[in-house]
């Protein structure tokens, strides 16, 4: 084999593994995720995430909430559990935040939420054969004549970096001495997951 064809073999093959790394690479992104529910208070409910928004079916005629904070004692929340509906499974970006905003809505739609709520949101993934905590968030706010807005936002572990994760879920928890407080969805909640993807350019 002269020189020059060697030369000529190494540039081809440098070229296809420059080409192999270049469509390797990922750049991060996010995927958001809105809180929805089919048709609540029925067998039909189906809290869950989608990544579309549209009209929900919101407050399921709550009346008032437990005063836990009264009572001094921990009573019976409102738990709101919505799972990823999709099935599709994103690598984490470990530079990047998970975030998210949960508002809430009286069930009337008229802003007469009332008391004092406590909105707790907890942000889980399983992550290879465990379900894992991406973020956690607490939040206390008066609802008098308005309602609360709950925004979160936390950097990703180091040590989910470029992990695998599915089954994404987002627990809502309201607790306080209230009345007429819900979360509320049609596009207003929603949890956005700092992911990696194949880079096209």
């Not at 942000?123 to 308005?146: H, K, M, Q, W």
């Amino acid at each position: 084999m002269s020189r020059s064809t060697a030369s000529v073999l190494l540039a081809a093959l440098m070229a296809v593994s420059f080409s192999s790394l270049a469509a390797a690479a990922e750049v991060s992104d996010d995927v958001t995720y809105f809180l929805r529910r089919d048709d609540c208070g029925t067998d039909f409910d189906n809290e869950h995430l989608s990544t579309t928004a549209g009209s929900d079916s919101e407050g399921c005629g709550f009346l008032a909430g437990p005063a836990n904070e009264l009572l001094g004692q921990v009573g019976d929340p409102l738990i709101y559990a919505f799972a990823q509906d999709d099935g599709v499974t994103y690598t984490l970006d470990g530079e990047g935040t998970v975030t998210g905003t949960i508002a809430t809505s009286g069930f009337l739609g008229d802003g007469s939420s009332a008391g004092l709520v406590t909105v707790e949101v907890e942000v889980t993934a399983r992550v290879g054969n465990a379900r894992r905590v991406l973020a956690s968030i607490t939040d206390t706010a008066p609802a008098a004549l308005e309602d609360p807005v709950v925004s979160f936002s936390a950097p990703v572990d180091a040590a989910f970096a470029g992990a695998d994760v599915s089954s994404l879920r987002v627990d809502v928890i309201i607790r306080g001495a209230h009345a007429n407080t819900v979360p509320a969805m049609s596009g207003a909640s929603f949890v956005d997951l700092p992911i990696l993807v194949d880079d096209q350019t």
